[in-house]
């Protein structure tokens, strides 16, 4: 099966709808944590509805519109990524990442978005990797920064979540910023 080693000790791999039982497992388990930033967390409540909205992931997969993938730590699952968007006619794509809260602050959301970056810039010809985040969730904002993101601007209370409507932060970096910044880090 594809794995892609992002340390001696974990790895990104698909997340599939077979595995629902482990995902709504791991939501229920981290909800507070993910749920004050990514809607899906109060939308995937049990094993049903984990495997309807992986089921959705896989047809996107199949239709080369989306993708999802899970991050494993010493085989738990401790979170993941996925193209939310993948607009191929386009050239746009935008990434989703999320984590455990013990399997912050090692890098492996790094790792595994310079994968997918790399993925898409490099082999499917994406020309602009999005990052939309909560103008307060300055976690996943560093993120972007370490990414070597650029901030596009703010769509101002563009949506509502938990009763506020927020301001999102677009993020994005260009093919030719993704392929220069390698050519400097070599
Ligand atoms: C956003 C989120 C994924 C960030 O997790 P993270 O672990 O901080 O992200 P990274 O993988 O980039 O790791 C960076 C941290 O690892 C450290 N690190 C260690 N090795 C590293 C490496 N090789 N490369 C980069 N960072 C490394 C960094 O110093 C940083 O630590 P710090 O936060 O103590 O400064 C996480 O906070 C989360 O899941 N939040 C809830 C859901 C969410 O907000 N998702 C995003 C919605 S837009």
Same mark, same amino acid.
């Given at each position: 099966?594809?794995?892609?080693?992002?340390?001696?000790?974990?790895?990104?791999?698909?997340? =599939?709808?077979?595995?629902?039982?482990?995902?709504?497992?791991?939501?229920?388990? *981290?909800?507070? *944590?993910?749920?004050?930033?990514?809607?899906?967390?109060?939308?995937?409540?049990?094993?049903?509805?984990?495997?309807?909205?992986?089921?959705?992931?896989?047809?996107?997969?199949?239709?080369?519109? !989306?993708?999802?993938?899970?991050?494993?730590?010493?085989?738990?699952?401790?979170?993941?990524?996925?193209?939310?968007?993948?607009?191929?006619?386009?050239?746009?794509?935008?990434?989703?990442?999320?984590?455990?809260? =013990?399997?912050?602050?090692?890098?492996?959301?790094?790792?595994?978005?310079?994968?997918? &970056?790399?993925?898409?810039?490099?082999?499917?010809?994406?020309?602009?990797?999005?990052?939309?985040?909560?103008?307060?969730?300055?976690?996943? &904002?560093?993120?972007?920064?370490?990414?070597?993101?650029?901030?596009?601007?703010?769509?101002?209370?563009?949506?509502?979540?938990? !009763?506020?409507?927020?301001?999102?932060?677009?993020?994005?970096?260009?093919?030719?910023?993704?392929?220069?910044?390698?050519? =400097?880090?070599?």
């Amino acid at each position: 099966m594809f794995a892609y080693p992002l340390t001696d000790n974990a790895e990104l791999r698909p997340l =599939e709808p077979w595995q629902a039982a482990d995902f709504a497992a791991y939501v229920e388990r *981290h909800r507070a *944590h993910l749920a004050p930033w990514l809607p899906w967390a109060q939308i995937i409540v049990d094993e049903p509805s984990a495997r309807q909205w992986l089921q959705r992931y896989a047809e996107r997969q199949a239709a080369d519109s !989306g993708r999802i993938y899970g991050i494993w730590l010493d085989g738990a699952l401790v979170g993941g990524t996925l193209f939310r968007v993948f607009d191929t006619a386009s050239g746009v794509c935008e990434v989703g990442v999320w984590l455990s809260p =013990e399997a912050q602050g090692q890098g492996l959301v790094n790792r595994a978005a310079r994968c997918m &970056i790399d993925w898409a810039v490099d082999v499917r010809g994406m020309a602009r990797v999005e990052w939309r985040v909560d103008a307060t969730n300055t976690r996943s &904002i560093a993120v972007a920064n370490r990414l070597g993101m650029t901030r596009d601007g703010v769509l101002r209370e563009v949506f509502p979540l938990n !009763g506020v409507r927020i301001d999102l932060e677009v993020w994005s970096v260009l093919a030719h910023e993704w392929r220069a910044t390698h050519a =400097e880090a070599v």
